[in-house]
């Protein structure tokens, strides 16, 4: 039971108020924000308690989304709820943010009205809600695909040009009425990787977790198939097919797919609802198919006038044809580490010192597989001492890579029933 | 938040509103009451626009109608009288062909939450009950609750109740799930909507056609049933065992707790059931949404409590992530001291001492924590890691160590050369007041083994003028006593300064108190200051020693998918204590290190002028039983190993020596009733314990079974030359007390001549108690022989026991 809802931004201003019961009044959000604002780190409690009051908050598009609640209210339930809401909002408006909600907050009144009553959830499913939702959506920029073309995407043009950038998918699914229908099906394969690598560059962790999203934007899809590899197997023991099998240990579904033709061809069929899905989650853990595709070589040292040297070396194991965008890399150095200098080995690289987390920021834009960077920085440290080395390190690495999941997994081929007139466009997105 | 201009902006909006021209344009109209609604979410003061707001809603545009709705069910609170001129066109739209207006007048007509508008709304929502969209038959199926709570002293109606009950058949999944909402609220005095057999299996079968929020009320309404028959409990659980391994989190957590609840008196079918949800609950350890990992972290937690190794093989998945937020790193290092094996110590630690240089000084400071934990059973390690994280020389880092090591020497005291050797020069870098304290405490104890303690010290009392910490001055004191204790040539003139100065310049009472205390101690001589500093080194308990065991599920169940996991201080965190571990350890006798020598005569004074904890009669009774002047005394100290060793080495040479029939101990067996003893808190049965001395080492928790608690004391009667030690086990094993002959036969060898007695004594109290009461056995060893000492005793704990245990019956 969900007593109050209110959306905050993350400067404590009220975007969106609604109290279901009526019952706690007095100033909840002030009470919250305060609560907030009085914790020193940036990061305060999933649940917080104010004299019998329960805040029960998570944070998405850079939002507070807060409900209050009883004591004996299952957590589970009350943040699935919260992250669906904040899902639904995304559908609707198009993408997440302050502007945004802001901009829509009375297409958000109506869909909180229809979402819960009396602060019991009624449904959350966009097929039953686009029935009740009266209220266009507005959204900060009309977008469209055509404009791609004049925007020089990470300056390769040749196979750039059939990438969709990420912002592709956030447009509101109910604008299609207006724009005269824009019909469009995005399917992400989105994994996230987590390696750790010892010192001696022996692999110690590797875990991904994977999913499959559908954002559907057609107004009519009854069924839609999904192939995957064939060899996709799941679990220790299943093998399929000869060669490098792609494997996985844990799958999940979303309870709208229908897996009759999943164990023999790898297909999944679904009826997507419109805005989006995820369709599938997994999980690998420990043996991956391939090797990462990085290898960061380090070396660090101190030099003769107390500064901190640190020369890296970062290889990208991709095959030559593929290449990681957006690379960043934090390496933490010691505390108190005051001035930077840096000698990179190509203009478009940079690298900054952020004191806040101390940590520097190495940022390429784009890695293409086979090539080799490096990097030398010379830090500031004063009173550095031998112990301080101690400090640096792990580095984390984050990056995006088009076209290319670390289990291998692929989709074959998208199949839409009734077919859809007028001539397709297939686009591959950058995740 | 206030809001500069708010009144400009309500005028504004008022002329606007009432504007002939834009009332007549639909979208002007609409985008004027957009932006009052813009103002009044921003936190304006929005209600001088009431009456223009309710011309407002008379109109045929639905998104203007929902919008004005929202705003008059804000305010309708504030302006009553107005409020009735929109139940007007509330009721004409209820008569709206169309099903969505319907729902939606009848929703906000229930949402005004004005008792004097009830009377205008009962009648269409008696409507709504049979309208033929199920969408309607769900706003009124809840206006109903909304209504009863409006006027909650109202008698409820009948006829609603049973409608309200026939629509739980109703084909709508939404309206049979708001109904059991409205009824729970309706008939909450009752204990809500009746669970029945026939309720039940009709809910169970409907369950699949609900979606996630829907199964999981259900599932939790479902937790009031009690099954008839042991079939029919296994037919429901093997029904639910697809949503217990739902890839949804709050349909696992749901039925989970129903499980639990369910399967209440069958323990084994409950560790099942946690053993099949640990799949569901690592896949949400791993979801997207940061909020639902922490939640299932938390719950990991709970059921960790119960089976320890659930978790064992996937330690990997509690490693922290690079960017995860500060709470779920630390909760994720709980965990990974709990998963702590032989074979996985190796990689946790080196993961832990990972996050040790976090650049959040709280995970930091977790995960020193943590390092400390597993220094316990893991020592030499540990000590290397924290001993290298000195190195560091940075304040936090070395605060956290210095309070990790106090803790980890208060517990086993084998670490303490280690950790003498890694204080050198570690008060150079600390700067928090919890950091010195603690080595201040350290070097305290240890003094005589750090050789630079008098200097460290000597360091602090300079500088005890500018010091602004309370608990650094106490502390201080106190370790400057002790050190004179064991080094007096060194610390002599110190001590001097130090206690002048807390004597004559000291502004705070609580320093002064203990300063003058300290001095007049002094002048009772050096063995009488020696008697009351030199306490313990070490946990009195053998918590280490016996660990910690699994609870039964009972003990967590009800907490389980509520928000209790989730808040701050709701785990135990047992290492976390703050100040010296002695005075964290004895809470409830301050003033422990001074009355270790109580007698049996001041017994009946503290009894009587006590916290109001045994009554009078009981202090009678105890004074009536003691016959001769017995007095017990804690001192001399035994210390856990010590117990243990003598425990054993007796229970060995009991056997031995029962042949040979001539001993210098004795010890006995004995059968109390005290039902309740065993549901007492340790610390209540701690603090009445030590009322008359007698020292508890180590208790196993409340409400587990076999219950034990391990205790200490030594006994002198007056006319009797020498001191007696006697060690004492109280045991309940939650059976029928055995019978008298089984006892006998155990226990003739030893008992002798006094057995015989007691075997009568038993008897009579058993033949006075009704048979099924449960009894608490105590063993007790005695070292040396000495029988009327032995009984003596026996009685004093006898009446403690039934004290306390008249006391929580």
């Known amino acids: 039971m969900i007593s109050q809802i209110f959306i905050l931004s993350s400067k404590g201003d009220h975007l969106i108020y609604k109290d279901f019961r009526g019952e706690s009044g007095g100033d909840a959000v002030g009470v919250f924000y305060e609560k907030v604002t009085a914790l020193t780190g940036d990061q305060p409690p999933v649940v917080m308690s104010h004299k019998g009051l329960h805040f029960v908050h998570v944070r998405q598009g850079g939002l507070y989304w807060v409900a209050t609640t009883t004591a004996d209210s299952s957590p589970f339930t009350i943040i699935e709820f919260l992250n669906r809401l904040s899902a639904l909002v995304k559908d609707y408006c198009g993408s997440l943010s302050e502007k945004s909600v802001q901009m829509n907050f009375a297409l958000i009144y109506e869909l909180l009205d229809e979402a819960v009553d009396y602060g019991y959830i009624q449904t959350t499913s966009s097929d039953v809600l686009k029935n009740f939702i009266q209220t266009e959506a507005v959204s900060s920029r009309p977008f469209s695909l055509f404009d791609l073309s004049n925007v020089g995407l990470f300056g390769a043009e040749t196979q750039q040009s059939k990438v969709a950038p990420s912002s592709a998918a956030t447009r509101p699914i109910q604008s299609s009425r207006e724009q005269g229908?824009?019909?469009?099906?995005?399917?992400?394969?989105?994994?996230?990787?987590?390696?750790?690598?010892?010192?001696?560059?022996?692999?110690?962790?590797?875990?991904?977790?994977?999913?499959?999203?559908?954002?559907?934007?057609?107004?009519?899809?009854?069924?839609?198939?999904?192939?995957?590899?064939?060899?996709?197997?799941?679990?220790?023991?299943?093998?399929?097919?000869?060669?490098?099998?792609?494997?996985?240990?844990?799958?999940?579904?979303?309870?709208?797919?229908?897996?009759?033709?999943?164990?023999?061809?790898?297909?999944?069929?679904?009826?997507?609802?419109?805005?989006?899905?995820?369709?599938?989650?997994?999980?690998?853990?420990?043996?991956?198919?391939?090797?990462?595709?990085?290898?960061?070589?380090?070396?660090?040292?101190?030099?003769?006038?107390?500064?901190?040297?640190?020369?890296?070396?970062?290889?990208?194991?991709?095959?030559?044809?593929?290449?990681?965008?957006?690379v960043a890399a934090t390496i933490p150095v010691p505390k108190g580490s005051l001035s930077l200098s840096q000698e990179l080995s190509s203009p478009d690289q940079s690298a900054e010192l952020k004191p806040q987390s101390r940590a520097v920021v190495w940022k390429i834009p784009r890695f293409t597989g086979g090539m080799q960077l490096s990097a030398l920085f010379k830090l500031e440290v004063p009173g550095l001492s031998s112990a301080s080395l101690l400090e640096v390190g792990p580095v984390g690495l984050s990056f995006e890579l088009p076209k290319l999941t670390a289990t291998g997994l692929q989709i074959r081929f998208l199949r839409l029933s009734p077919v859809q007139p007028g001539p397709s466009q297939r686009w591959v997105r950058v995740p | 938040m206030p809001y500069l201009g708010g009144e400009e902006t309500v005028r504004e909006l008022r002329r606007a509103l009432s504007n002939p021209n834009v009332q007549s344009d639909q979208l002007r109209y609409r985008n004027t009451i957009l932006k009052v609604i813009r103002a009044m979410s921003q936190g304006v003061d929005m209600s001088g626009l009431f009456s223009e707001m309710v011309k407002a809603c008379a109109t045929v545009d639905v998104v203007q109608k929902k919008l004005v709705y929202v705003f008059l069910c804000s305010y309708a609170a504030l302006n009553p009288e107005l409020s009735l001129l929109v139940i007007n066109t509330l009721r004409k739209d209820c008569q709206d062909p169309n099903p969505m207006v319907r729902s939606l007048a009848l929703r906000n007509m229930t949402n005004l939450r004005l008792p004097s508008l009830v009377e205008y709304v009962e009648q269409p929502l008696a409507a709504g009950l049979r309208d033929r969209a199920a969408c309607v038959r769900r706003v009124a199926v809840?206006?109903?609750?909304?209504?009863?709570?409006?006027?909650?002293?109202?008698?409820?109606?009948?006829?609603?109740?049973?409608?309200?009950?026939?629509?739980?058949?109703?084909?709508?999944?939404?309206?049979?799930?708001?109904?059991?909402?409205?009824?729970?609220?309706?008939?909450?005095?009752?204990?809500?909507?009746?669970?029945?057999?026939?309720?039940?299996?009709?809910?169970?079968?409907r369950l699949k056609e609900c979606d996630i929020w829907g199964q999981c009320q259900v599932l939790r309404v479902l937790q009031r049933y009690r099954p008839q028959s042991e079939d029919e409990l296994f037919d429901i659980l093997s029904l639910l065992d697809a949503s217990l391994v739902s890839p949804h989190p709050p349909i696992m957590a749901a039925t989970l707790s129903l499980f639990l609840s369910l399967c209440s008196g069958q323990p084994a079918v409950s560790l099942a059931a946690l053993e099949r949800v640990r799949g569901p609950l690592l896949a949400a350890c791993g979801s997207g949404s940061r909020e639902m990992r922490f939640t299932a972290l938390c719950h990991i937690q709970l059921l960790l409590r119960s089976i320890p190794g659930l978790m064992g093989a996937h330690y990997k998945r509690f490693f922290c992530g690079y960017a995860e937020p500060a709470y779920?790193?630390?909760?994720?290092?709980?965990?990974?001291?709990?998963?702590?094996?032989?074979?996985?110590?190796?990689?946790?630690?080196?993961?832990?001492?990972?996050?040790?240089?976090?650049?959040?000084?709280?995970?930091?400071?977790?995960?020193?924590?943590?390092?400390?934990?597993?220094?316990?059973?893991?020592?030499?390690?540990?000590?290397?890691?924290?001993?290298?994280?000195?190195?560091?020389?940075?304040?936090?880092?070395?605060?956290?160590?210095?309070?990790?090591?106090?803790?980890?020497?208060?517990?086993?005291?084998?670490?303490?050369?280690?950790?003498?050797?890694?204080?050198?020069?570690?008060?150079?870098?600390?700067?928090?007041?919890?950091?010195?304290?603690?080595?201040?405490?350290?070097?305290?104890?240890?003094?005589?083994?750090v050789s630079s303690a008098p200097y460290t010290l000597e360091v602090f009392i300079d500088g005890v003028r500018s010091e602004a910490s309370l608990g650094v001055k106490m502390e201080l004191l106190t370790a400057t006593m002790r050190l004179f204790l064991c080094r007096p040539a060194e610390t002599q003139d110190m001590l001097g300064r130090l206690l002048h100065y807390c004597i004559e310049e000291?502004?705070?009472?609580?320093?002064?108190?203990?300063?003058?205390?300290?001095?007049?101690?002094?002048?009772?001589?050096?063995?009488?200051?020696?008697?009351?500093?030199?306490?313990?080194?070490?946990?009195?308990?053998?918590?280490?020693?016996?660990?910690?065991?699994?609870?039964?599920?009972?003990?967590?169940?009800?907490?389980?998918?509520?928000?209790?996991?989730?808040?701050?201080?709701?785990?135990?965190?047992?290492?976390?204590?703050?100040?010296?571990?002695?005075?964290?350890?004895?809470?409830?006798?301050?003033?422990?290190?001074?009355?270790?020598?109580?007698?049996?005569?001041?017994?009946?004074?503290?009894?009587?002028?006590?916290?109001?904890?045994?009554?009078?009669?009981?202090?009678?009774?105890?004074?009536?039983?003691?016959?001769?002047?017995?007095?017990?005394?804690?001192?001399?100290?035994?210390?856990?190993?010590?117990?243990?060793?003598?425990?054993?080495?007796?229970?060995?040479?009991?056997?031995?020596?029962?042949?040979?029939g001539k001993e210098d101990f004795v010890w006995m067996e004995e059968c109390v009733r005290c039902p309740t003893i065993p549901r007492c808190s340790p610390q209540s049965l701690q603090a009445a314990m030590q009322l008359v001395n007698i020292q508890?080492?180590?208790?196993?928790?409340?409400?587990?079974?076999?219950?034990?608690?391990?205790?200490?004391?030594?006994?002198?009667?007056?006319?009797?030359?020498?001191?007696?030690?006697?060690?004492?086990?109280?045991?309940?094993?939650?059976?029928?007390?055995?019978?008298?002959?089984?006892?006998?036969?155990?226990?003739?060898?030893?008992?002798?001549?006094?057995?015989?007695?007691?075997?009568?004594?038993?008897?009579?109290?058993?033949?006075?108690a009704d048979g099924g009461q449960e009894a608490v056995k105590v063993t007790l060893r005695q070292q040396p022989r000495?029988?009327?000492?032995?009984?003596?005793?026996?009685?004093?704990?006898?009446?403690?026991?039934?004290t306390l245990s008249s006391e929580r019956a």
């Open chain 2, 786 to 802: 000495d029988d009327k000492a032995l009984k003596g005793f026996l009685s004093i704990l006898t009446t403690v026991l039934h």
């Open chain 2, 142 to 205: 809840l206006g109903w609750a909304k209504l009863h709570n409006l006027q909650a002293s109202s008698e409820i109606d009948a006829a609603v109740v049973n409608e309200l009950y026939s629509l739980l058949r109703d084909p709508d999944p939404v309206v049979m799930v708001n109904c059991l909402r409205a009824l729970e609220e309706i008939l909450k005095d009752e204990g809500g909507v009746a669970i029945n057999k026939p309720i039940t299996h009709h809910l169970l079968n």
């Open chain 2, 328 to 449: 779920i790193k630390q909760r994720k290092m709980q965990v990974l001291v709990e998963l702590v094996n032989d074979e996985n110590v190796a990689m946790l630690l080196d993961e832990l001492k990972g996050y040790c240089t976090d650049v959040n000084a709280e995970t930091a400071q977790a995960a020193i924590t943590a390092i400390g934990r597993i220094g316990r059973s893991y020592s030499d390690r540990c000590l290397e890691i924290l001993t290298g994280l000195l190195g560091l020389k940075q304040d936090h880092i070395t605060s956290a160590v210095v309070q990790t090591m106090r803790d980890l020497v208060w517990v086993c005291p084998q670490c303490s050369d280690t950790v003498c050797f890694a204080l050198e020069g570690c008060e150079e870098t600390l700067q928090d007041s919890q950091g010195r304290q603690a080595l201040l405490w350290l070097l305290g104890v240890y003094g005589e083994r």
């Open chain 2, 506 to 660: 000291e502004t705070d009472m609580c320093v002064r108190d203990q300063a003058l205390l300290y001095y007049r101690l002094l002048h009772c001589g050096i063995e009488e200051t020696r008697k009351v500093l030199q306490g313990r080194r070490s946990d009195p308990s053998l918590g280490v020693l016996i660990g910690r065991p699994a609870e039964p599920v009972s003990q967590w169940a009800r907490s389980f998918n509520t928000l209790e996991p989730l808040r701050q201080g709701s785990i135990e965190t047992e290492s976390v204590s703050r100040g010296s571990p002695e005075h964290t350890m004895f809470d409830p006798k301050p003033n422990a290190d001074l009355s270790n020598t109580l007698d049996c005569s001041r017994i009946e004074k503290v009894h009587s002028d006590g916290d109001g904890r045994c009554s009078d009669s009981s202090a009678d009774i105890l004074a009536s039983s003691v016959a001769a002047p017995l007095s017990l005394s804690l001192f001399p100290a035994l210390s856990p190993e010590e117990f243990e060793r003598l425990w054993l080495q007796q229970l060995a040479l009991h056997a031995e020596q029962e042949e040979a």
């Open chain 1, 181 to 326: 229908g824009k019909s469009e099906i995005f399917v992400d394969v989105i994994e996230r990787m987590s390696v750790v690598i010892g010192s001696n560059g022996m692999l110690m962790k590797a875990d991904v977790e994977g999913e499959i999203r559908v954002k559907c934007y057609l107004p009519n899809c009854s069924e839609m198939r999904i192939g995957l590899n064939e060899e996709f197997s799941i679990g220790k023991s299943q093998l399929r097919g000869y060669g490098a099998a792609v494997r996985v240990d844990e799958v999940s579904f979303h309870q709208m797919v229908r897996l009759d033709e999943f164990d023999s061809h790898r297909i999944l069929r679904l009826c997507p609802s419109q805005g989006e899905q995820m369709v599938m989650q997994y999980q690998l853990s420990d043996d991956l198919p391939s090797a990462p595709p990085f290898r960061l070589f380090p070396t660090i040292e101190r030099d003769s006038g107390g500064r901190l040297l640190m020369y890296l070396k970062l290889r990208c194991d991709l095959p030559p044809k593929s290449a990681a965008i957006n």
């Open chain 2, 696 to 768: 508890t080492l180590a208790f196993t928790p409340p409400q587990t079974l076999p219950w034990r608690v391990y205790l200490y004391t030594h006994t002198c009667l007056d006319d009797a030359p020498h001191s007696t030690l006697i060690l004492g086990e109280l045991l309940y094993t939650g059976e029928e007390p055995q019978k008298a002959e089984v006892h006998k036969g155990s226990a003739d060898g030893g008992v002798g001549a006094e057995g015989i007695e007691d075997e009568q004594a038993r008897q009579g109290m058993e033949a006075t």
